[in-house]
């Protein structure tokens, strides 16, 4: 009897076993789909932030990730303040030329 009994504890270890197994093997499946859809979502990133991720995913640094980003932001703002001065610059003197070109040729007109 207790040999039935040890025979039936070890058959249920068994299929408890069976289930962990499966479940594992069903998670790892659903987990590399679910990875595979991140590749392709990360496809559509912009190729330098790629750069930046990919550079993540060898050295785990979150901060350099992070100043990485933030010093692509802060020359980005500088770019673009630059090209705005340079606007306002050439707009002032496209104007400056208009003008002083329509007072040349209204002071011909009356000379």
Known sequence: KLLEENERA????LE???AIIIQRNCRMC???RKCKNR??????LHSRLLMYVERF????CLWS?????NSDYIRYERTIINI???EEKLAKTFVEK?????????????E
């Open 10 to 13: 070890h058959v249920k270890s």
């Open 57 to 60: 995913m060898v050295d785990h």
């Open 84 to 86: 705005v001065e340079r």
């Open 30 to 32: 659903l987990a590399k």
């Open 39 to 44: 590749r392709i979502e990360l496809g559509s």
């Open 16 to 18: 408890k076993d069976a």
């Open 98 to 110: 208009v003008v002083n070109m329509r007072d040349a040729d209204h002071s011909k007109a009356w």
């Open 65 to 69: 990730l992070m100043r990485s980003i």
